[in-house]
């Protein structure tokens, strides 16, 4: 079926602002959804009475998905029609909605999140890959992202703040239908405005380089997810980390010899691109160390209620806008690099002012906030640079590929960095308190249910055993709370070094790049 490309498209293409407004909005429900479920966690906790780990595969599912498929959703849409593709996504992400609204238990709950992170993987790189050709000019193109940015930085920033609004108001459900009333709206604008584009050459499609790279990231993000509730040397999750790596071994395989590959390794030969990757993992890896670790640490140990959560959030989901919407015009005058460095030192130092606000308990509420908006500012400064490399790095008839390579890149991230800080955060909870239960005379055999208690919020139903140790119950969930600090004050550092390095490998790679050149 013929695709029209973009300059003989429909008359809304000649106004660009709606087109820019539509695929924004498809942008904002996809996005929304990454973190709109952190301030709704401690409600799902109690109504399924779940752990901690379960309440990451909340998370996870959608985007574990959402990382594994984005490179096939975006060759998928340079060959098919980048707006086919994204509108096909956006039905589906509504499907997983409804599944989730409706769910009537965890594992029902993280099988429609599985299902919108499928529908997000097919509409998000179109998003992205639309702007290329609806702003051929860089210059235009580079303020058009800013604005991309800044509508999934507030998507994600805005997800805590309208997630705790519905959540107080009408429960955890709420979120899910009213990214279904969202997602309807999007389509209805994204079909009316936004004009179709393809690669005018698509070579055959690339199922192998598909299986491989899903298998690749699926493999190593659930090795990662799954290490933290059996151990990161057990055997199974030993033979996933052995998958990944040989599916990964396969993938560069085909991908350097396919006619038509999903993600040509050539582009990462420019620094640009190869720089702004790797700033995007770290970035998304630190971004999300407040977003899920933080918001849980507030609802958990310091009794933060849904409204009270957002509202330490919205400065920093204000501060990610502005700083996406000021660096638009930053990169269109000056270029990518600079601005890119800058917003993850600023983005670094926000999160170890947030690590050092948290220190005090109970934490002052402004403080907090202010420091987050510092990170925020960051992000927001780092997004749009990294995005422009890569999209103005790679030819415009690959520009699905490029989109996708770089909300991949988001994604695991964010994917992993869940993955790696919650084992962290779990492994201190649990050492700390069998530490402390050992000292109080609580039998070995006693400690895990305790331990379990202590991640579910809820006691055993057979407290007979604990009845010589109660007295002991205040001194227990003092040490859990006490062992929870001491796990996301590490993961906030860990967060915050590994966005300097990655914004030191850019700087350097560019300045070793420029003197080859020369």
């Excluded at 770089?406 to 800080?421: E, K, P």
Aim: hydrophobic share 55%.
């Amino acid at each position: 079926m013929p695709v029209e490309r973009i300059d003989n498209a429909s008359g809304t293409a000649k106004r660009p602002g709606i087109a820019l407004a539509a695929v924004t909005a498809v942008l904002f429900v996809t996005f929304l959804d990454t973190t709109v479920v952190s301030v709704a966690l401690g409600d799902i906790r109690h109504d399924f009475g779940t752990g901690v780990v379960l309440l990451q595969w909340v998370v996870n599912a959608y985007t574990l998905v959402f990382a594994g498929l984005m490179l096939a959703g975006g060759s998928l849409g340079d060959r098919w029609g980048r707006k086919r593709v994204m509108i096909v996504g956006l039905v589906i992400f509504c499907a997983g909605s409804v599944v989730a609204a409706m769910a009537a238990s965890v594992h029902a709950l993280i099988a429609g999140r599985a299902i919108m992170g499928l529908g997000a993987a097919a509409s998000e790189p179109g998003t992205l890959s639309l702007l290329r050709h609806i702003y051929p000019d860089e210059r235009k193109r580079a303020r058009a992202i800013g604005v991309w940015a800044a509508v999934s930085g507030l998507a994600l920033a805005a997800g805590p703040v309208l997630g705790g609004a519905l959540v107080n108001a009408y429960g955890w459900q709420s979120i899910f239908w009213f990214n279904l009333i969202i997602g309807a709206a999007a389509l209805v604008v994204a079909l009316w405005s936004v004009p179709e584009s393809a690669d005018p050459h698509p070579g055959p499609i690339d199922w192998a380089g598909i299986v491989l790279g899903a298998l690749f990231l699926g493999a190593v993000i659930y090795a990662a997810t799954s290490g933290e509730n059996v151990g990161y040397g057990a055997p199974s999750v030993i033979a996933l980390f052995v998958l990944g790596a040989v599916a990964f071994a396969g993938f560069v395989v085909v991908e350097t010899r396919a006619r038509a590959p999903m993600l040509d390794f050539r582009y990462l030969r420019l620094p640009a691109v190869r720089g702004s990757l790797v700033v995007a993992f770290a970035v998304y890896f630190g971004i999300f160390s407040i977003f899920f670790f933080t918001a849980l640490y507030l609802q958990v140990t310091q009794s933060y209620s849904g409204s009270r959560t957002a509202t330490v959030f919205a400065p920093m989901a204000i501060a990610i806008v502005v700083g996406s919407l000021a660096t638009g015009f930053w990169v269109a005058r000056f270029g990518s690099r600079v601005p890119m460095i800058v917003g993850c030192v600023i983005g670094a130092a926000g999160i170890l002012l947030t690590r050092y606000m948290l220190g005090t308990i109970p934490p002052d509420d402004v403080s907090l906030s202010s420091a987050m908006a510092v990170a925020g500012l960051g992000f927001g400064v780092a997004v749009v640079p990294l995005t422009s490399a890569v999209l103005s790095g790679v030819p415009a008839a690959h520009s699905g590929m490029a989109a996708a390579v770089t909300n991949t890149m988001r994604q695991v991230g964010s994917a992993i960095g869940v993955a790696v800080l919650g084992a962290l955060v779990n492994a201190l909870l649990t050492s700390d308190m069998q530490e402390k239960m050992t000292a109080a005379g609580l039998p070995a055999n006693l400690q895990p249910a305790a331990i379990d208690a202590a991640e579910r919020g809820r006691f055993p139903y057979d407290l007979k055993p604990y009845a010589n140790y109660l007295s002991k119950l205040h001194e227990l969930i003092d040490t859990a709370k006490t062992a929870f600090h001491h796990g996301l004050d590490i993961a906030l550092l860990v967060s915050a070094i590994l966005i300097l390095v990655a914004a030191a490998f850019s700087a350097v790679d560019g300045v070793l790049s420029r003197k080859r050149d020369a």
